[in-house]
């Protein structure tokens, strides 16, 4: 299982981490942290350094009930993040977080090598065309609504059922403009509360049937803390364990703000999977 980034193809058939990188003032637990060139440098050669396959850049924080911002202050914020990065760490794979393809496109044609669409194309019919035409690979999420409203969109009639069929729909259209490198996210946290994510969780090998690569994104989400009754800050730990859980069930990108952490859970289950019966 592979994916072309930049003209490299990627084996995926041993998980990957994606670094989270966020430029936004407002993100649930580490915004506005990294605002100026040298933190954001630090921060990203630091993921890196600790095994990061990919960093997944954001401008636009998708948070429950964050405020909206226009399309030109998302780009006013990442593009020159994206022109630092590539500057500095020219072999990047850097992934872009944005659900407008006029921001997807700016960010590519800047040297970006993928997309991770927290809409999978809902919230902007130019999307989908615009990465057939970049031929990159694009990470597809499951929600209903959007970041301001999703916390009212948790009805489904089955749940898991109801995930599996729109991502199915997603998949069909990514296809049919000739998208071949889709990767799929259940989209832990979103349009979903925390019985409804561990559930997901729980069944993670179905979207396996897709024969897609999994990304899972449960990093120090309010499903960890809120069950622990701590805060983002203390969800560590918590995020080690359902990533473990989480590689068992077949995740093949996990995406994280701890990067050291998140490989080191890969490694241990790689020896593990090698010992002998």
């Known amino acids: 299982m592979t ?34 060139e040298a933190s954001i440098l630090k921060q990203t050669e630091k993921l890196l350094n600790e095994g990061a396959t990919f960093i997944d850049l954001g401008a636009y924080s998708s948070r429950p009930n964050a405020p909206n911002i226009s ?17 500095n760490f020219p072999d990047v794979y850097l992934s872009i977080d944005t659900f407008r393809s006029k921001v997807a496109r700016r960010c590519l044609e800047n040297g970006a090598a993928m997309i991770n669409d927290i809409s999978a194309g809902n919230l902007d019919p130019n999307m989908i065309p615009t990465i057939s035409e ?12 959007n970041p301001q409203n999703m916390t009212q969109q948790i009805q489904y009639d089955k749940l898991l059922e109801d995930v599996l069929y729109y991502l199915s ?7 049919s403009f000739g998208i071949n490198d889709i990767i799929l996210d259940p989209g832990f946290g979103f349009a979903k509360n925390t019985v409804q994510s561990f559930t997901i969780l729980k069944h993670l090998n179905l979207f396996k049937t897709f024969g897609l690569p999994i990304l899972v994104g449960l990093s120090r989400k309010s499903m960890i803390y809120k069950t622990l009754g701590t805060s983002a800050n203390e969800a560590l730990n918590g995020t080690t364990v359902l990533n473990t859980y989480a590689l068992t069930k077949g995740a093949n990108i996990l995406r994280v703000h701890d990067v050291k952490e998140a490989v080191e859970c890969i490694e241990l289950l790689e020896a593990l ?5």
Request: glycine residues 6%.
């Open 273 to 277: 999977k090698q010992a002998e019966d």
């Open 134 to 145: 970049f031929k990159v690979p694009y990470v597809m999420m499951h929600m209903k609504g």
């Open 71 to 87: 399309e030109e202050e998302e780009l006013r914020r990442i593009l020159p993040v994206v022109d630092l990065l590539i500057n």
């Open 3 to 36: 994916i072309n980034c930049k003209g490299t193809l990627i084996d995926l058939k041993k998980p990957k981490v994606m670094g989270v990188l966020n430029v936004t003032p407002d993100s649930f637990y580490d915004g506005g942290r990294f605002r100026d």
């Open 169 to 175: 729909e997603k998949v069909a259209r990514a296809k």
